[in-house]
């Protein structure tokens, strides 16, 4: 079975560790943790892992934010990976920093992201993970805030909540969705 694994960001050292790009962050620890090497290939960075038989394509689009939706669909045809095996992870602005909510399908609650790859695939019936970065910004500042790093603060838990993230992505591929929003949304 293969699952595309999609974490959400912008490339280019100006986006690396802001709040936007805690998808990319979760590929990363991922990945690291499991020793995979990303590849620089069409539409985005991609890293390959198994677990269990299963057989985990990890995406970070290089098209930029609001053009994510042209690397999920590429990756989906191209290996034949069915929507129920896609899993894109978003940062959210609606949830305190470093909560992390699975869900199977949803609206893109303003995230352009989220917009683009519905609008791309036909559908909002995609899971997604949302990590949390907080809403800690003054009105009409919402990109500003968004693009910039996460604070001290943040970073001494950062480390213990990109390892559960990580925990649910492997849960998604071996358990699947429901068992996996069961354990993992109630922390």
């Given amino acids: 079975m293969k ?10 050292p100006d986006y690396h560790e802001t709040r936007h790009n805690v998808g990319f962050m979760v590929l990363d620890a991922l990945a690291k943790a499991s020793n995979v090497v990303f590849s620089d290939k ?9 677990i269990k038989g299963r057989q985990l394509l990890l995406l970070k689009p290089s098209t930029f934010m609001n053009l994510s939706g042209n690397a999920v669909r ?11 095996n896609v899993l894109i992870i978003a940062d959210d ?9 699975l869900k199977p399908k949803g609206s893109d609650a303003g995230h352009n992201g989220l917009k683009h790859i519905a ?6 019936n995609y899971a997604r993970l949302r990590f949390g970065i907080g809403s800690d910004f003054s009105r009409g500042r919402q990109v500003d805030y ?5 604070d001290a603060e943040d970073w001494q838990t950062m480390p213990a909540r990109l390892e559960t993230a990580g925990e649910i992505v492997k849960s998604f591929c071996l358990a699947g ?10 922390k």
């Fill in 119 to 124: 609008d791309t695939l036909g559908t909002q």
């Fill in 74 to 84: 590429y990756y989906m045809q191209k290996e034949k990976i069915p929507l129920e």
């Fill in 177 to 186: 969705i429901n068992i996996t929003m069961n354990q993992f949304n109630k």
């Fill in 42 to 50: 069409r539409y985005g960075f991609v890293g390959e892992m198994s």
């Fill in 3 to 12: 699952y595309l694994i999609v974490g959400l960001g912008n490339i280019g």
């Fill in 146 to 150: 968004v693009l910039s790093p996460f």
């Fill in 93 to 101: 602005l609606a949830l305190p920093f470093g909560t992390l909510r």
